[in-house]
C-alpha cells in the first residue's frame, strides 16, 4: 500500500500543486519509518518491558489505595473508594491486554494480585459488559467491519456466495429443529 502511495505521489502533477509534493513525500518516508519500527523485534521487546514497569506502578498503587483505605466498608479503585475516569481508562488499557494475548503474562499468573482483583471486579460492572463486552465481542468489532470492506472492493465468487447462502440455511434449519424439539 506504501509504494503504490509513493507511486501516485509521485505522479502528481507538479506543475498544477508543486509546493504539495515534498511534504507528501516526506510524510510518506516518516510513515514507512515509523512501520518499520514497528516490525523490529527489539523495540516490541522494549514497549514490552516498558509495559511490565507501568503495570508495576499499577500495582503499588493499588496496594496503596489498599492500605489507606483499610478497614473502611467501600470498593477499592485506582483514585480511592470513588470509581473515577481513570479506572474506565485502566479497565479498557486491561481489556485490550487481554485481547492481545498478554494478560497471562502480566497479571493471571499472580505476579500482580491487585491489578488482577480490579480487572475482575471492573468486568463485572454493568456498563463495562454493555459496551466492552468479552473479548469475543471485541473481535467481532475488529473483524466484521473489515470484511464487509474487503467485499465491497471484491465480491465474493459465486462459490462463496453459494457456500455462505447454504451456511447460513443448514443454521437456520438446525435451530428450527432445536426450537421444535424444545418447545414442542
Not at 519500527?37 to 503499588?60: F, R, S, T
Amino acid at each position: 500500500h506504501l509504494v503504490n502511495a509513493t507511486t501516485d505521489l509521485l505522479k502528481l502533477d507538479h506543475e498544477e500543486e508543486p509546493q504539495l509534493t515534498e511534504p507528501y513525500l516526506s510524510k510518506q518516508k516518516k510513515l514507512m519509518a515509523k512501520i518499520l519500527e514497528h516490525d523490529n523485534v527489539n523495540y516490541l521487546k522494549k514497549i514490552l518491558g516498558d509495559l511490565g514497569m507501568v503495570l508495576d506502578q499499577v500495582e503499588a498503587e493499588l496496594e496503596k489505595r489498599k492500605i489507606e483505605y483499610q478497614g473502611q466498608k467501600c470498593e477499592l479503585w485506582l483514585c480511592g473508594c470513588v470509581f473515577t475516569l481513570a479506572d474506565i481508562l485502566l479497565g479498557a488499557t486491561l481489556h485490550r491486554l487481554k485481547f492481545l494475548g498478554l494478560s497471562k503474562k502480566y497479571w493471571e499468573d499472580g505476579s500482580r494480585p491487585n491489578l488482577q482483583n480490579f480487572f475482575e471486579r471492573i468486568q463485572k460492572r454493568f456498563a463495562f459488559r454493555k459496551v466492552l463486552g468479552d473479548i469475543h465481542t471485541t473481535l467481532l468489532s475488529a473483524v466484521v467491519p473489515n470484511a464487509f470492506r474487503l467485499v465491497k472492493r471484491k465480491p465474493p465468487s459465486f462459490f462463496g456466495a453459494s457456500f455462505l447462502m447454504g451456511s447460513l440455511g443448514g443454521m437456520g434449519y438446525f435451530a428450527y429443529w432445536y426450537l421444535k424439539k424444545k418447545y414442542i
